[in-house]
């Protein structure tokens, strides 16, 4: 197309050359061709290390020994796993009204405590950031897996979310074993005065951690969240990340714990499910209810919980 348009410049000068002596318009110099933007060059991909081949190794037969077991489901449940309004109503309050650690400061506990209603009352804006070993096509793929699930996350809660560079609240980093050993000074940029616990959850992460989640709200006396922070292990074969994609996505919502009575669902420790089932998708919907508050304590919520859930289901008990 820029020839064309330069022999059409070209053409049209020595016609009025031609024209010379008679009563012709001024001629009016056409506008210069818009320079090209030059493309933006590929993000460098470093080797990966031998210590993040390991952990794929490892994971990898992890994916399938749990395949093995029946685990990592992606259908849902289906009529084979049914629940009522009573196991919502004891799902919800068990997931979303206690914690699964305790921070004291100087280290986090796994205890689960009783806590209180928290959730997002602002637009979330997401930004997803990768290591400089994971794969471009990994990349692309966990990108456009991610914009999916958070418009779906959007429309059952009614939050806005959207995937965002600027001026993120809710950053998402899939890092391979090295990237994460060192990603202190990025997590103290994402979230300022961020503890030492909280790093060295990430940084010292166990191998048979999968992936993680932090979030803090707004001050000890405020119920509504203020930042998130997911760590996905890169080297997760596609199955293992997505789980993780899921669950972590959907924890960060507000949905903090997780239930061994929790059927069928992305919140127990079991795996058995791997992708947000419509049972977990009644608890996003009851989360982000307005009849229920941020702040709300299991004596405060639970008969708002009960009406919402009979609402959903229709009375099934």
């Not at 100087?106 to 637009?123: G, H, M, N, Q």
């Not at 997401?126 to 793929?141: I, T």
Request: negative net charge.
């Amino acid at each position: 197309m820029a020839i064309l348009h330069r022999l059409f410049v070209a053409f049209s000068l020595a016609s009025l050359i031609g024209l010379a002596g008679c009563d012709v318009p001024t001629p009016v110099t056409p506008p210069a061709a818009p320079t090209p933007r030059p493309a933006k060059p590929a993000p460098l991909v470093t080797p990966q290390s031998e210590a993040s081949r390991a952990m794929s190794t490892h994971l990898a037969r992890v994916q399938a020994d749990l395949l093995v077991l029946g685990l990592l489901r992606d259908d849902g449940g289906g009529p084979d796993v049914p629940f009522t309004e009573r196991n919502l109503v004891n799902n919800f309050i068990r997931v979303a009204l206690f914690d699964e650690y305790v921070n004291t400061g100087d280290e986090i506990i796994a205890k689960v405590t009783e806590s209180k209603l928290r959730r997002w009352e602002k637009p979330i804006r997401m930004m997803v950031e990768f290591g400089p070993s994971v794969p471009l096509a990994q990349r692309d793929k966990d990108r456009a897996q991610i914009g999916r699930y958070i418009k779906r996350l959007s429309r059952l809660t009614g939050v806005p979310i959207r995937l965002s560079n600027v001026n993120p609240n809710y950053n998402v980093l899939i890092l391979n074993e090295d990237e994460r050993q060192t990603a202190g000074p990025r997590l103290q940029e994402i979230v300022p005065g961020i503890g030492t616990a909280s790093l060295r959850l990430v940084t010292d992460m166990s191998r048979s951690t999968l992936c993680l989640l932090l979030a803090d709200t707004n001050g000890e006396k405020d119920a509504t969240y203020a930042k998130a922070v997911a760590v996905i292990r890169g080297e997760h074969n596609d199955l293992l990340r997505l789980a993780c994609i899921h669950e972590e996505l959907a924890q960060g919502m507000g949905l903090a714990n997780d239930s061994p009575s929790a059927r069928p669902s992305i919140f127990n420790d079991d795996e058995e499910f791997a992708l947000l089932t419509r049972h977990d998708e009644l608890l996003l919907q009851i989360l982000y209810d307005p009849r229920l508050q941020p702040g709300m304590t299991q004596q405060q919520a639970r008969p708002i919980i009960e009406t919402i859930a009979a609402e959903l289901l229709g009375g099934s008990s």
